[in-house]
């Protein structure tokens, strides 16, 4: 099988947690289990999630980045340095091996999975923007999925913004009325037009009539929908070992997935003809009439709800034994990209609250309820989720979607890796709390990482990193501590951002990832933000996010009021910094963003 075959190559750690499991062996037939499917940018992880919201077990696997030196498909025969790239099957295999790993470590421990009743359902989450193109009826992909962080697209969106100049619009902007987006290289379908500009087989098929019929575009949620729901070809390899997609899955995306795009209306929430005629109609693909679509609307998966019990059935995955299927027969309940089943399994529910997840870079999310908001203030409109059809309810439509306000910046976490792997001034970031507390203050230095650039609110590309302020009485752990800080700071600007364009107050922020193991760091973002700051008990909130709205698609939970007592917060850090010390600390930080732009002029 697709699986057996490759399981060797990928090394899968299983963790159970045997209290909870004894306390599911007791009773069996009594206990619900929920999976979560979580693919990252890194690494793929399967969580199984009890009734009570606890974690049973969890199972991760990373695959493989691939980093282009050259390319036959670079033009200019120049430097594919930003390329990134991840093989599909790289990414379906991490998969299909979290799940099946769970189940033959979980089974070794007394529980038996393969053909009782006690998984309800199996909800997705994804990395965002990563886009894969395929052919459903050869079973051929075009191309390796373009990875959301892949820079060669800049130049892909640079031609969209002039090839759809307005007089009075700034160019980032054309399309921001109807998706909520600025035209960015992060966005999937500046890859869709990089895809159709360059993969001579997918132009090829999108000329002729017949085929254009069968070329499938998707982001990871929709390509392992498309995986787990299809069924293995007779013929599952070419004879050049070229591997073939299933046969026959479902092509869907939900509503916080498909915002992402470029291609979607937030208003209507779907697909619209005219954003997709915006972002193609140069393209060299087409061989047709002037100005055709090049990318037919069959070739975009169907948007879904986030939570619904509609979504799909898993067709199995199989087992090492090969005689053994795992997860046959069960619901797809929920699909739903990485920050926003982060703001959902942060139980962020209510408009004004708010996440922020401390990865690489940090994301803040905020719930802005039923009306998209328009930034004017750099941050992303998007979509949270949208709850569909549950299983045993009355209720047909679905409700309304929930909309979201993003700011994202790009050096958080990576900052403190900056001074361990390239200054040498720490060894781990263990380090960084016991170091930045050995100081009573920053003594008005600052560290602004805006290594490149800066991303909201400001977006200035001509911004690079500076420490300013330095006198010769500042040490190692001065530099150690404005680093922690900086990261606290820039969490404020898109917080203040996020006031700004909502007129919310924001009664606390939750907060995930790891820099919160940091106490320092968390004390003093409450400090910097005057607002509490608290830390949920597990920390998997994209996972359980997925689980969470899996489990309401299916009636394991039966509301989100049930689902909000799920959520238990661990730590709340409250302010404790004097308003004077607050303002002064802020004066600075932004005296020292001042300092770092303009530093690129057009000659370098």
């Not at 009594?30 to 199984?48: C, E, K, P, Q, V």
């Not at 019990?309 to 034994?321: E, N, P």
């Not at 619901?331 to 089943?341: E, K, M, R, T």
């Not at 940090?362 to 992303?380: A, D, E, H, I, Y």
Request: negative net charge; glycine residues 8%.
């Amino acid at each position: 099988g697709n699986m057996a075959t490759s399981s060797d190559k990928y090394e899968c750690k299983v963790r159970i947690d045997d209290f909870i499991l004894s306390s599911i062996l007791a009773d069996p037939e009594a206990s619900s289990l929920i999976g979560s499917i979580d693919n990252g940018t890194s690494s793929s992880r399967f969580l199984l999630i009890t009734s009570a919201g606890k974690i049973l077990s969890t199972a991760q696997v990373e695959y493989e980045q691939c980093f282009p030196v050259s390319s036959p498909y670079n033009k200019e025969g120049s430097s594919c340095a930003g390329w990134h790239e991840h093989n599909p099957f790289a990414i379906w295999d991490s998969v299909a091996i979290c799940m099946v790993k769970t189940v033959e470590e979980l089974s070794k421990h007394g529980l038996d999975l393969s053909n009782s009743s006690i998984v309800k359902a199996v909800g997705i989450t994804n990395q965002r923007e990563t886009t894969v193109a395929w052919n459903d009826r050869t079973g051929r992909v075009y191309y390796n999925a373009i990875v959301w962080d892949d820079t060669r697209t800049a130049a892909t969106a640079d031609t969209i913004m002039k090839e759809n100049k307005q007089s009075d619009v700034d160019p980032q902007d054309v399309l921001r009325s109807k998706t909520g987006l600025p035209v960015a290289s992060y966005f999937a379908a500046t890859k869709v037009r990089w895809l159709i500009d360059n993969i001579p087989e997918l132009q090829r098929d999108l000329n002729s009539a017949e085929e254009r019929e069968h070329v499938r575009f998707g982001t990871m949620d929709t390509w392992i929908l498309y995986m787990l729901t299809g069924y293995k070809r007779s013929v599952v390899e070419m004879d050049n070992n070229e591997r073939l997609a299933h046969i026959g899955g479902e092509f869907k995306t939900d509503v916080s997935n498909a915002s992402r795009w470029l291609f979607m209306n937030l208003e209507t929430m779907s697909w619209d003809e005219s954003l997709v005629q915006a972002v193609c109609k140069g393209s060299s693909c087409w061989s047709g009439n002037e100005g055709g679509v090049t990318v037919p609307l069959s070739a975009l998966p169907m948007i879904v709800p986030s939570a619904d019990c509609t979504i799909g059935t898993i067709h199995g995955v199989t087992c090492s034994d090969e005689g053994t299927i795992a997860f046959k027969n069960i619901i797809v309940g929920s699909i739903l990209g990485d920050q926003q089943a982060a703001l959902f399994g942060n139980n962020c529910v209510l408009p004004g609250m708010a996440k922020c997840t401390y990865g690489t870079g940090l994301f803040l999310l905020m719930n802005s309820g039923v009306k998209p908001m328009t930034s004017t203030q750099g941050l992303l409109t998007t979509v949270a989720y949208q709850i569909g059809k549950r299983l045993g309810s009355e209720e047909s439509d679905p409700s309304p979607p929930i909309y979201a306000l993003e700011g994202s910046v790009a050096f958080s976490g990576s900052t403190i890796n900056w001074l361990r792997d390239r200054v040498d001034l720490i060894n781990s970031a263990a380090e960084t709390e016991k170091l930045a507390l050995s100081v009573a203050s920053n003594e008005n230095m600052y560290l602004v990482p805006a290594f490149s650039g800066l991303f909201a609110p400001h977006w200035r590309p001509d911004a690079r990193g500076c420490m300013v302020g330095l006198t010769a009485s500042h040490s190692k752990a001065h530099i150690v501590r404005a680093a922690l800080e900086s990261s606290t700071y820039q969490a404020r600007e898109v917080f203040e951002a996020m006031t700004h364009d909502s007129n919310i107050d924001l009664k606390e922020l939750r907060v995930d990832g790891g820099a919160t193991a940091n106490k320092f760091m968390m004390q003093y973002q409450a400090d910097i933000l005057d607002t509490p700051v608290v830390r949920p008990e597990y920390l998997e909130t994209t996972g359980m996010g997925a689980g969470f709205a899996a489990g309401l698609a299916v009636g394991v939970w039966g509301s989100l009021e049930e689902l909000s007592k799920m959520w238990k917060s661990d730590v709340t850090w409250h302010p404790t910094m004097a308003k004077e010390e607050r303002a002064k600390c802020w004066r600075g930080w932004n005296k020292a963003v001042e300092r770092s732009l303009g530093w690129i002029d057009d000659d370098n």
